[in-house]
């Protein structure tokens, strides 16, 4: 069966930059997107941006352009979110999703556990 | 950005009652909306696409409505696990992808 797992708590101070992995199984891992959401305590869910696991290919949400990352390793099946320049607004919850159908997808069918990011002096 | 707003923002229920999810979309998002559900400590779960299909081993109880910018998530009869947090997101605005606050679903 399909399964999803990210890496686990992270704290950084301002500034600095937070990489997380999320790393699938039970499928062919090149057939399907990943995309990552990020959820703030008592705040709505908020779409970061998608990755290709098939050529790599990305899309950011234009208020994470510049400073958000997304990559992927085949040999592993795991995908990456890098945030640069973190503040004390990116203090969330980050997960990665896989897309319910092959190709093109929006749809966010299989959710990592989540991962606490903390930014904090 | 397409504003979506779900209310209520908490609603009671009683077990084995209906319970009726609105979402509201700030322009037309056409039937691309889906619903999650979020149980403390747990992953979303997709619940419903396309406005109306249910995801892989949703049961039957769970149904979703609508068009346009009126949304509906119908649950027929409260079991105690679906008390839980519910979202909309509409994929229709490629690249910003909006979510709902969420209505938390509690037992009356």
């Known amino acids: 069966q399909v399964q999803v797992v990210q890496s686990g708590a992270e704290v950084k101070k301002p500034g600095a930059s937070v990489k997380v992995s999320c790393t699938a199984s039970g499928y062919t891992f090149t057939n399907y997107y990943f995309h990552w959401v990020r959820q703030a305590h008592g705040q709505k869910p908020e779409w970061m941006g998608f990755i290709n696991p098939n050529g790599g290919s990305t899309g950011y949400s234009e208020k994470f352009q510049g400073r958000l990352t997304m990559t992927r390793d085949t040999s592993t099946s795991t995908v990456y979110m890098e945030l640069n320049y973190l503040r004390s607004g990116d203090t969330a919850t980050y997960y990665c999703?896989?897309?319910?159908?092959?190709?093109?997808?929006?749809?966010?069918?299989?959710w990592g556990q989540g991962t606490l990011v903390t930014v904090s002096s | 950005e397409i504003v979506m707003t779900q209310s209520p923002v908490t609603l009671s229920v009683s077990l084995g009652e209906r319970a009726t999810l609105s979402c509201r979309a700030s322009q037309s998002i056409s039937r691309n909306l889906a619903w999650y559900q979020h149980r403390p400590g747990q992953t979303p779960r997709l619940l419903i696409y396309g406005a109306s299909t249910r995801a892989t081993g949703i049961p039957a109880r769970f149904s979703g409505s609508g068009s346009g910018t009126e949304f509906t998530l119908t649950i027929s009869s409260l079991q105690s696990e679906d008390f839980a947090v519910y979202y909309c997101?509409?994929?229709?605005?490629?690249?910003?992808?909006?979510f709902g606050q969420g209505t938390k679903l509690e037992i009356k």
């Open positions: 999703a896989r897309s319910q159908s092959s190709g093109w997808d929006s749809i966010l069918a299989y």
């Open positions: 997101q509409q994929y229709n605005d490629w690249p910003l992808y909006t």
